[in-house]
């Protein structure tokens, strides 16, 4: 089956870059990423957009617009519209035209753009009306019982919307995904989140993995580097070490979510067993997978 890849960016954000890297030094990490005088960095909200013969599928939603004031404030969000959506319609597509939406975990920037832009006066709505929801079992327990250090990561009125819409499907660690078919794959990680699902398919020039926040970006790549937002980092490297090893041996890629300046990108290690990125791909658009 022929696979055609669109990288789809949604609302940007501006987060502490001390936060972003963990216990690295920000003499370290601004080799990677430049701050602002707040200390912050750029990062996307970046989806993935598969195109098959008779169906769209799309791979997590981004932050969106759905934060009052206050809060898109706090979170760096500078775009008032749903950006993801406009730029669905830039390719001629609306959220009603997705057939599956895949996501990684339910923190709220990869997890928003399911919500309706912020109106004062108005509910959120859930949008994609006539997608399958597909989501892994132990990150959606997590969501609904979340510890209180990562409770402000988690919306719960997407749980409930998704709840209610009966489109939800659930993925236990072992199993294939109904919606999704056998040509997919997945990856399940504990070190960001319980039950963060990375998803996995063919392609002609080797496999594609959807790397969420196991992986955020290229500077991510580096095996101790971690983000302050990760529940476990020392599980985290150990995880990320068992896909980046696995992936070099398959000439796997990597798609990135939060680099803002790279889409998709091919894993290498060198004689030193230093992983890195090669092939770098700003944009995907309608790509042979």
Avoid at 28 to 33: A, H
Avoid at 46 to 62: H, M, N, Q, Y
């Amino acid at each position: 089956m022929k696979r055609y890849l669109y990288s789809i960016l949604g609302n940007s954000q501006k987060l502490d870059g001390g936060a972003m890297f963990g216990n690295a030094p920000k003499g370290l990490w601004e080799r990677w990423m430049k701050s602002d005088e707040h200390n912050r960095i750029d990062l996307s909200c970046r989806a993935l957009l598969v195109k098959e013969s008779d169906r769209w599928i799309l791979f997590e939603t981004g932050v969106g617009a759905f934060f009052e004031p206050r809060l898109k404030e706090r979170y760096g969000i500078n775009e008032s519209h749903h950006v993801l959506l406009a730029n669905l319609a830039s390719i001629g597509l609306s959220h009603a035209d997705i057939d599956v939406v895949v996501l990684s975990h339910l923190h709220f920037d990869h997890a928003g753009g399911l919500l309706s832009p912020y109106h004062a006066e108005q509910p959120h709505l859930l949008l994609f009306p006539n997608a399958k929801y597909v989501v892994s079992q132990k990150a959606w327990a997590r969501a609904k019982e979340p510890h209180p250090r990562d409770k402000a990561s988690f919306i719960p009125k997407i749980q409930e919307l998704l709840e209610d819409s009966r489109r939800l499907e659930l993925v236990h660690e072992g199993e294939m995904s109904r919606a999704l078919g056998p040509d997919y794959k997945f990856h399940f990680s504990h070190g960001h989140t319980p039950g963060l699902m990375l998803t996995e398919f063919p392609g002609s020039e080797g496999p594609v993995v959807f790397a969420a926040d196991l992986i955020p970006g290229r500077a991510w790549v580096h095996r101790s580097i971690t983000m302050g937002y990760d529940r476990f980092p020392e599980l985290l490297i150990d995880e990320k070490t068992a896909l980046l090893t696995d992936l070099c041996q398959r000439d796997g890629r990597l798609f990135f979510t939060h680099d803002p300046d790279c889409a998709l990108a091919r894993v290498t290690v060198d004689e030193r067993g230093r992983f890195g990125s090669t092939q770098n791909m700003a944009l995907l658009s309608g790509e042979l997978a």
